[in-house]
């Protein structure tokens, strides 16, 4: 019996499945938060997880509803500084993984959490902001992208860049000196984008069950290429749909 289930599921369930057990990750609040906790309960029970505020080895009972949640401290293994979280463990490339979202992403996999429409001083509408963002995105080993689609959020080029990508093509990030990959997977509702070997822009390489090539380019601002073994997603199973719906019922 085939199972129902949501396109905002089927992407958390996909996000989740792409961190290992074992891995050291770099948590954002949000989407990624959920996708992370949701493998911690499911096939990664050994994942690592590390918040901005200080909370390494974090294993919350419930998601949590911001960097500062007393969850996060409470069972943690243990709660240092924030500078100690950038400077001994982010910066020196400690960290397998940044799990990142955003306002905008672009073909490049750039991020923009800052303005949006005008210019930085006066924008349209002002974002949070930064944050960890762009220290995550040059320094963890990899980065993964968690956002839906649609034309407002994937754009051509954003209108700020917060949290670097591979900026206008491939060599920028090591031009820079940055010392992690940068962005490998960007996993939406409707497939998985990876950026191509050669150009470092984004491709569709995987759709999510029942979605379709002509969706996924509609739902982006620039001319989106298609991998040439185009895959699809496996559908969530049924335990991952259980742990899912019960992690998120005790927001």
């Given at each position: 019996?085939?199972?129902?289930?949501?396109?905002?599921?089927?992407?958390?369930?996909?996000?989740?499945?792409?961190?290992?057990?074992?891995?050291k990750c770099f948590v954002g609040i949000g989407l990624p938060s959920t996708a992370a906790n949701l493998a911690r309960r499911t096939h990664a029970p050994n994942l690592v997880l590390i918040y901005?505020?200080?909370?390494?080895?974090t294993k919350p009972d419930r998601l949590p509803l911001s960097i500062g949640d007393g969850v996060l401290a409470d069972t943690a293994d243990s709660v240092i500084s924030v500078p100690e979280?950038?400077?001994?463990?982010?910066?020196?490339?400690?960290?397998?993984?940044?799990?990142?979202?955003?306002?905008?992403?672009?073909?490049?996999?750039?991020?923009?959490?800052?303005?949006?429409?005008?210019?930085?001083r006066n924008p349209k509408?002002?974002?949070?902001?930064?944050?960890?963002?762009?220290?995550?995105?040059?320094?963890c080993r990899e980065v993964l992208i968690v956002m839906r689609m649609s034309p407002r959020s994937f754009v051509d080029r954003v209108d700020f860049v917060?949290?670097?990508?591979?900026?206008?093509?491939?060599?920028?990030?090591?031009?820079l000196g940055l010392r992690g990959r940068g962005?490998?997977?960007?996993?939406?509702?409707?497939?998985?984008?990876?950026?191509?070997?050669?150009?470092?822009?984004?491709?569709?390489?995987?759709?999510?069950?029942?979605?379709?090539?002509?969706?996924?380019?509609?739902?982006?601002?620039?001319?989106?290429?298609?991998?040439?073994?185009?895959?699809?997603?496996d559908p969530p199973s049924e335990n991952e749909l259980e742990v899912l719906r019960a992690l998120k019922a005790t927001v």
């Open positions: 019996m085939s199972l129902e289930f949501t396109s905002d599921e089927m992407m958390t369930v996909g996000a989740a499945r792409s961190l290992d057990d074992g891995a901005e505020s200080g909370t390494l080895g979280i950038f400077n001994y463990w982010l910066q020196p490339g400690r960290i397998d993984i940044g799990f990142l979202g955003g306002a905008q992403v672009d073909r490049f996999g750039n991020i923009n959490t800052t303005v949006i429409g005008g210019d930085y509408v002002r974002l949070p902001g930064a944050g960890g963002a762009p220290e995550i995105a040059a320094s917060t949290s670097l990508g591979y900026g206008t093509g491939k060599g920028d990030r090591e031009a962005p490998v997977k960007v996993i939406t509702d409707l497939g998985v984008l990876r950026p191509d070997p050669e150009t470092c822009e984004l491709t569709l390489t995987e759709l999510s069950p029942g979605s379709t090539v002509e969706q996924a380019k509609a739902a982006v601002g620039w001319d989106l290429k298609v991998a040439d073994d185009l895959g699809t997603q």
